[in-house]
């Protein structure tokens, strides 16, 4: 991966192997629990079979199954059909219990905000990658300032603050998109800026006038769970 162009501060190339390990902190607790979403929150993923919120990244129906609240990459990655901006966002994930493989080969899917900026999501309980490309990471940008992931099989969480690009009336960038991310409740980003769009091995130009978008949740051909999503929409102070 040295042969990937270098991240735009010139410290390291994308998906750095050299790059050194986020230092492991241990979230409290073994299991995330279910946080229950505040009055104002919008509910993409709540109890029960009811998958109406998703479709398929395509547009065609949501094909994932869900179950008790619960539902399971596979068969595609699935897109929320209502598009956001600045968002508080609520999701609880679990990696398979079966650990199989490693590196980006366990646990891997991704939440993507406006369906292009993703939150990593990866095994990365004794399970060492590129730094940029582990759990919670700002994918092929900024490691999680440390790992805090629970076991595999186990429930964790992600809170993400998320302000969506702005643009001048001439579609020059005026700010990029902005994270502050916290993995089982401790904070692995504080209010960091995307240098564009996430990809692999590569980092996209900003699109000019692409101010809001879906949520997605990434097919990755690994067993990841996912219940309990919740958004809310930000809104200024007047």
Do not use: C
């Not at 390291?12 to 492991?24: E, G, L, T």
């Not at 001439?170 to 240098?195: D, I, R």
């Not at 990755?220 to 930000?234: D, S, T």
Request: hydrophobic share 35%.
């Amino acid at each position: 991966y040295t042969d990937t162009p270098m991240q735009p501060n010139g410290n390291w190339h994308i998906h750095d192997p050299a790059r050194p390990q986020p230092r492991v902190v241990t979230p409290g607790g073994e299991e995330a629990p279910i946080t229950p979403a505040p009055a104002d929150a919008t509910v993409l993923l709540g109890n029960g079979s009811d998958t109406s919120a998703w479709s398929m990244t395509n547009g065609a129906p949501a094909t994932r199954e869900m179950k008790d609240g619960v539902t399971s990459s596979g068969k595609g990655m699935l897109r929320a059909k209502a598009e956001f901006a600045d968002v508080q966002l609520h999701v609880e994930f679990a990696t398979s219990t079966d650990v199989k493989g490693d590196s980006q080969g366990r646990g891997n899917s991704g939440v993507y905000l406006m369906g292009a900026f993703e939150i990593q999501v990866l095994d990365s309980y004794q399970n060492p990658t590129y730094a940029d490309g582990s759990a919670a990471s700002m994918y092929g940008q900024f490691p999680p300032l440390v790992n805090a992931s629970r076991k595999p099989g186990a429930w964790q969480s992600y809170d993400i603050v998320f302000t969506a690009p702005r643009f001048t009336a001439s579609g020059e960038l005026e700010k990029p998109a902005v994270a502050t991310v916290l993995h089982n409740g401790v904070v692995v980003h504080t209010a960091t800026a995307f240098w564009g769009p996430t990809q692999h091995r590569r980092i996209d130009p900003y699109r000019p006038g692409r101010v809001r978008g879906p949520i997605h949740l990434q097919d990755h051909g690994n067993p990841v769970r996912f219940r309990n999503i919740w958004v809310r929409e930000l809104k200024g102070y007047d």
